[in-house]
């Protein structure tokens, strides 16, 4: 039982910790012990990036609708290379990229604080219109509340999307096969490192911006190179290590991943480093994780590496019998080390 | 960057794990105590254990700032996040560690104002934005952080900001090794000496131990490098039978230190006994501020209660610290006390032993 929630009916004074929202262990029981305890949809409790719903017979149509939603709680609200109106639009594409959609329409809901200047807001919503246009995404309904100040870091957004799955396209963990490879679209932790150091008002590097990015088209290179994509996903919130833990997660087969061969920018290392963070555990926004058969890895990242998102891309892993459940990270120095989810939020260390 | 690369060499660390087989071969059991956290962590992180020969054993010690403050010090620090007016500014390591009532982390869900920062700058800031309201630092750490410290104390006095201090609860290092070696519960045949440490100290600040305890030390940085050149060296000196203090960090530290840091520190403190977690109370091992500079002092401003305070029950911590229990010793490891749910600090901390040995354990 999850300690830090209150057990049915016992009105314990537990709270809801900042930990529960990290993407770590406290936020996988969070879902797992209260959500899918009530929520008891099988398409929910599937925990991918968007539900797809079958379309066969609607309306003489073929294939699936894939449908999702997400809330956008970033803080500073424009930090560099984005800002929450383009991040919402990017989080909602990816998640329905993520399950070999094409992304058709989306909602957005935006709750703002009092006091929030109407400039920034224009600014906000202007970048949501010029990134939705830009990744053919239509904004086709929407909603606007305003909270007293105190009650909202500025603005929030939520959103859901619906895109459109052709007939025949399945992917799922479930076609997870032991020898398949773990691909990553590119250099890991950029989002998060440049939002915490826009959060404290650090500039260590010009180069470093966050990679929020829509990813339809870089998930699309795969389908036209006609890889067999067993698994996506959008390492988001948690980064590239939370993802794999998920994937392995009651599984019968672990993942392996090669230290050496995972894609991080010397300003994210050396900012890891300093606020002793793992890369591995650091937010993306515009980073994809595919598993594919060892047949189809050469191809996929022939694919990724000549689209313009995914030229930093490698095969980072591969997923194998030993270890079931669990994802194994190899060192250089022929050592191995458990990867374990963070227990909560990424916060600094002290010395 | 360039550093990172360099001493993450993997031809250089097989180079130099040979060399300590080779060195160790037929030499019997030795012992060496990495004392900080960060070390800890990092040989953990890299799996350095499984390089080592098995006659070759490293074990934790109390180097770990978040881990061995006490049982009271966090239930102040408790406190004084839920009083009206008062906002309590910390390291993220502190937010999880368990109080008698409970931790930061809960405290903040309750409602408290208690705020993470990455640099005590940022607490002193938060005073000036803040007018109406009493910023409190927690100052803990060792002698890496205390002169930043300093420097926020200091600054505050020059600028009349009235509304900033500071609970000091840091400790000093030297006090506590010697600490560990006049319990004389762990047998050691020499140190890893901190490399953070020890670049504002100085690797000049551990001749005690050859001096006085017949003990070697190797001063060490955190990559896989530097840590098995420095347990080479250790191996050497145990060999060769003439412990003394190798500087193995030498682009960090000096023999003397860094001596505007040291200014610094003696500016703002004076050095007073200490009550460290596994311990008990270290003479002349902790940091409380010059009188001049009792203003600042969070414990005096705001009139801090003696409170009473419980150790977690079944938590081993302090035998942890003293490098007196392996964490896999412990019966909470793993089952009661985990980093979702700790018992007990060392399980908190990223620095902390069992969080090291937990999160970080090699796979099979």
């Known amino acids: 039982m999850l300690r830090s929630l209150p057990a049915e009916g016992s009105g314990v004074s537990e709270r809801i910790r900042l930990a529960h929202g990290s993407g770590g262990e406290l936020s996988r029981r969070l879902v797992h012990e209260v959500f899918l305890r009530y929520l008891l949809d099988p398409e929910l409790a599937r925990l991918e990036d968007s539900a797809v719903l079958s379309a066969d017979g609607l309306d003489g149509a073929c294939g699936a609708l894939a449908f999702t939603t997400d809330s956008y709680v970033v803080s500073p609200l424009e930090f560099p290379g984005g800002d929450i109106g383009k991040l919402a639009v990017c989080g909602t594409v990816n998640d329905l990229a993520a399950a070999g959609a094409r992304p058709l329409w989306m909602a957005a809901g935006w709750i703002l604080e009092e006091g929030l200047p109407l400039d920034t807001l224009e600014r906000l919503v202007r970048s949501m219109a010029e990134w939705s246009a830009a990744a053919g995404i239509r904004v086709v309904t929407g909603d606007t509340k305003v909270v007293p100040q105190g009650l909202a870091d500025g603005a929030y957004v939520n959103t859901s999307g619906v895109g459109w799955v052709p007939q025949g396209r399945c992917l799922g963990r479930q076609r997870v096969r032991s020898g398949d490879r773990v691909l990553v679209s590119g250099c890991l932790g950029d989002h998060g490192v440049a939002v915490m150091l826009a959060r404290q008002g650090i500039s260590m590097s010009a180069h470093l911006v966050s990679d929020v990015a829509p990813l339809h088209g870089l998930v699309q290179s795969l389908f036209d190179a006609e890889v067999d994509v067993r698994w996506l996903r959008d390492a988001t919130r948690g980064g590239l290590g939370s993802v794999l833990c998920e994937l392995a997660q009651g599984a019968n087969y672990g993942i392996e991943v090669e230290e050496q061969s995972l894609p991080v920018r010397a300003e994210v290392s050396g900012a890891a480093e300093l606020l002793g963070l793992d890369p591995l555990f650091i937010a993306n926004e515009g980073k994809m994780v595919v598993v594919v058969p060892p047949e189809d890895a050469a191809a996929a990242l022939g694919a990724w590496n000549s689209h313009p998102l995914g030229r930093d891309a490698a095969v980072v892993g591969r997923v194998t019998e030993k270890h079931p459940g669990r994802v194994v990270s190899l060192t250089p120095y022929g050592t191995s080390r458990i990867v374990h989810l963070p227990a909560g939020e990424l916060l600094p260390r002290i010395c | 960057m360039r550093y990172l690369s360099d001493f ?219 840590l098995l050149l420095a347990v080479a060296e250790l191996v050497r000196m145990v060999v060769e039978g003439r412990p003394e203090v190798a500087n193995c960090y030498r682009r960090s530290v000096s023999d003397g230190g860094n001596s505007r840091a040291l200014a610094v520190m003696e500016q703002a403190f004076q050095v007073v006994d200490a009550d460290w977690r596994g311990l008990g109370v270290v003479p002349a091992s902790g940091l409380h501020f010059r009188p001049e500079l009792a203003d600042l002092d969070a414990g005096a401003r705001l009139a801090l209660p003696k409170l009473e305070s419980r150790e977690p029950a079944g938590c081993r911590c302090g035998e942890v610290l003293r490098g007196v229990l392996e964490p896999s010793q412990c019966p909470l490891f793993g089952s009661a006390c985990t980093p979702e749910s700790p018992v007990g600090p060392c399980m908190v901390s990223t620095e902390g032993a069992c969080s090291a040995h937990y999160l970080l354990r090699e796979a099979g």
Not at chain 2, 91 to 117: K, N, T
Not at chain 2, 182 to 192: K, T, W
């Open chain 2, 8 to 226: 993450r060499d993997a031809a250089a660390c097989a180079a130099l794990a040979e060399r300590i087989r080779r060195l160790a071969h037929g030499a019997g059991e030795m012992q060496f105590m990495e004392f900080c956290g960060g070390h800890t962590h990092a040989i953990a992180r890299h799996g350095l254990r499984s390089l080592l020969p098995e006659n070759v054993r490293l074990v934790s010690g109390p180097g770990c700032p978040v881990c061995v403050s006490s049982q009271g010090d966090v239930d102040r620090a408790v406190a004084l996040a839920g009083r009206d007016g008062v906002t309590v500014v910390t390291f993220g390591d502190m937010m999880q560690v368990p109080g008698s009532e409970g931790s930061l982390q809960e405290a903040r869900a309750l409602g408290a104002d208690v705020r993470v920062v990455y640099s005590p700058a940022d607490a002193l800031r938060l005073a000036v934005d803040c007018p109406g309201r009493q910023v409190v630092f927690l100052g803990v750490g060792f002698e890496t952080t205390a002169p930043a410290v300093a420097a926020t104390v200091l600054q505050a006095q020059r600028q009349g900001i009235t509304n900033y201090s500071v609970l000091s609860l840091h400790k000093l290092t030297p006090p506590a090794m010697r600490a560990v070696l006049d319990a004389g519960e762990v047998r050691l045949d020499g140190v890893i000496g901190p490399g953070h440490v020890s670049t504002v100290i100085g690797a000049g600040a551990w001749r005690f131990l050859p001096e006085e305890h017949g003990l070697g030390c190797a001063v060490a940085g955190f990559e896989p490098a530097d």
